[in-house]
C-alpha cells in the first residue's frame, strides 16, 4: 500500500461543512460539533508522529485530547516518549511512578489497567512514561515480534475507549514503528518553518515500509500545520508547499504560535480549561471537529 498525495484543489465532501477562506489559502470550512456517542469503544488509535523535535506533537497530544474528551469522547493518552512530557502536562510526575509504559512493553505480565493513571481532565486517562522508555528500544530489539508489542499492549485497553493518542518520541526508531504498527491513523505535526518541510518526506517513506510490511491498513489521517505565524511571509509559503504536495491531507485546522501554550503546560493543564476563550484553545477544539468529521475519531 502506498500513501497517495492528493491534488492540491481536492476537497472532503463533509456534511455540514461550509466553505470560507482560511491561513492555508484555500476554501476552508467550519466543522459541525459532533453527535454525542450512545456507547463507549473499541478505540481509534491515533500516532503523533514527527522526527524533528519542536514541533508541537505533545502539545497537539494533550490539547486534541482534551478537546476530544470535551465532545464527550473517552480519550486514552500514551505518552511514547522517554521525556514523559506529555504525563508532566498532565500533572504526573514521572519520578514518582513505580509502572510505566516501559513496564507494559517489556512483561507480559504487566497489565496496562495498573499502569494507566487518571488525569484532572474529564474524560482522559494516561498511560505515562519515564526515562526507562529509552532502554526499551535496545531490549526490544531480540524480541520475536518487537514491532507489535504496544499493539498488544494497547488491545487490552482498547475497548474502554473512544480515541487512544499515541505522543511519540522525536525519532524514527523502533518505539515510533512500534506506535505505527499500533495505530490505524497518523497525526503529523508540522512547524510552518522550511527545514520542518525536509524532514517529511523521509516520514511519509517510513510510513510506507509500515503500511507494506506491518500494518496495511494505517491512514495518513492528517498533516497539522503549527507555530504558525500568518504576519511573516515565510510561513505562508510553508504552508502553500504543504497544501501543494498534500493536497487534502492538510488540515484545514491550523495551529497559532502563542505564549498562551508553554503557560498552560507549566500550569499541568490542557489549553482548552487553562484559557477556554482563547483562540489556541478553539483551535483545538475545531481540530476534533474536523478529525470526526474526516473519519479520524467516532
Known amino acids: 500500500m502506498t500513501i497517495r498525495v492528493a491534488d492540491s484543489q481536492q476537497r472532503l465532501d463533509i456534511p455540514g461543512a461550509e466553505d470560507r477562506l482560511g491561513p492555508t489559502g484555500r476554501p476552508t470550512r467550519e466543522f459541525p460539533e459532533p453527535a454525542p456517542l450512545s456507547a463507549h469503544g473499541p478505540a481509534r488509535i491515533v500516532a503523533m508522529v514527527n ?3 519542536g514541533v508541537g ?3 497537539s497530544s494533550i490539547n486534541l485530547g482534551a478537546a476530544l474528551a470535551a465532545y464527550g469522547r473517552r480519550v486514552l493518552l500514551v505518552d511514547f516518549d522517554p521525556q514523559g512530557a506529555l504525563s508532566v ?16 512493553l517489556m512483561s507480559s505480565r504487566v497489565d496496562p489497567h495498573d499502569v494507566i493513571v487518571g488525569s484532572n481532565v474529564e474524560g482522559i486517562d494516561i498511560l505515562p512514561a519515564n526515562i526507562d522508555l529509552s532502554a526499551a528500544e535496545v531490549q526490544l530489539v531480540n524480541e ?8 498488544r499492549a494497547l488491545a487490552k485497553v482498547a475497548g474502554e475507549y473512544d480515541v487512544i493518542l499515541i505522543d511519540c518520541q522525536p525519532s524514527l526508531g523502533l518505539l515510533t514503528v512500534n506506535a505505527l ?3 490505524h491513523g497518523v497525526i503529523i505535526p508540522l512547524e510552518t518553518q522550511f527545514f520542518a518541510l525536509r524532514g517529511v518526506a523521509l516520514l511519509v517513506e517510513t510510513i510506507e515500509k509500515v503500511q507494506d510490511r506491518l500494518n496495511p491498513g494505517l491512514e495518513i489521517d492528517g498533516i497539522l500545520a503549527t507555530m504558525f505565524d500568518g504576519r511573516t511571509l515565510h510561513a505562508q509559503e510553508v504552508i502553500a508547499r504543504v497544501v501543494e504536495a498534500f493536497g487534502d491531507k492538510v488540515f484545514d485546522t491550523v495551529i497559532n504560535r502563542t505564549v498562551k501554550f508553554p503557560d498552560a503546560s507549566v500550569a499541568a493543564e490542557p489549553i482548552t480549561s487553562f484559557a477556554p476563550s482563547h483562540t489556541g484553545a478553539e483551535a483545538y477544539r475545531r481540530l476534533a471537529r474536523e478529525l470526526i468529521a474526516r473519519g479520524g475519531a467516532p
Open 51 to 53: 522526527q524533528k523535535g
Open 89 to 104: 502536562g498532565l500533572g504526573v510526575n514521572p519520578y514518582d511512578l513505580e509502572l510505566s509504559i516501559y513496564n507494559v
Open 57 to 59: 506533537k505533545t502539545t
Open 181 to 183: 504498527t499500533a495505530a
Open 144 to 151: 520475536v515480534a518487537r514491532e507489535q508489542v504496544l499493539a
